[in-house]
């Protein structure tokens, strides 16, 4: 297993890792322990160096995170030390993001109570979809407006780690389907927007709502019925 040294600092961009196994037809490495975030939850991979070597896509594997190298000038070997380097402009864009979508998913739940079907994201664009039919009269515009009120909040964000058990228990986080997490996985990661929304989640964030800058809803549409999508887009970090 893979120590994912993200989930408790997401603005870490620099570490040392320990070799531990080496694809030579993947051109891949796994590490003890890493910084790279790996293509998860609709939130894409990390990319940066490991050592000499440029870091082209990550990927999980049965709890081991695999790092594959895009240069091709040989493999390290298995017990060598690399230092590790996030690129840091990407990572934080995506955790932007990340959050963006949180604020998105929180005001419509609070508003209309309405949950996510589905999401994904890039860096500094992403999509939602929520199970409406209709959407409401105004809504893209109400929606921005409402974001972007909570980024203008500054709300402090906090990630915690809570037992299983415990989790199952909390109202805040039962609609964001805890049941789904595997039940090997006995403790749950929780990202709370204070006093906004709550969820078990994976991904990496910003420490606060002011960080994620403006967010600009520019498209609303139709999946299907009971099935619309959001589209977003943010501007320059504050």
């Known amino acids: 297993m893979t120590d994912l040294l993200f989930l408790r600092d997401a603005y870490l961009r620099e570490f040392d890792a320990t070799v531990t196994d080496v694809d030579p037809d993947g051109n891949r490495v796994a590490l003890d322990r890493t910084a790279f975030y790996y293509t998860s939850g609709g939130q894409p991979h990390d990319t940066g160096m490991l050592g000499v070597h440029g870091v082209v896509e990550v990927a999980k594997v049965d709890g081991v995170v695999w790092h594959t190298l895009g240069d091709g000038t040989g493999l390290p070997d298995v017990g060598d030390t690399l230092h590790g380097e996030i690129d840091w402009e990407r990572r934080h864009r995506l955790m932007r ?142």
């Open 97 to 238: 993001t990340h959050t963006a979508l949180h604020l998105l998913c929180g005001v419509i739940w609070n508003h209309w109570g309405v949950p996510v079907t589905g999401a994904n994201m890039e860096p500094l664009k992403a999509r939602m979809d929520f199970r409406f039919d209709p959407l409401p009269d105004d809504f893209k515009a109400t929606v921005e407006r409402l974001v972007n009120d909570e980024i203008v909040a500054d709300r402090p964000i906090e990630v915690t780690f809570l037992p299983r058990s415990e989790a199952v228990l909390d109202d805040d986080l039962i609609r964001t389907e805890v049941s789904l997490i595997p039940e090997s996985v006995t403790e749950i990661r929780v990202v709370d927007i204070v006093g906004l929304d709550k969820q078990a989640d994976g991904g990496t964030h910003v420490a606060s709502t002011a960080e994620v800058g403006g967010v600009r809803v520019t498209k609303s549409e139709s999946k299907g019925k009971g099935n619309k999508r959001l589209r977003i887009e943010l501007g320059d970090a504050p």
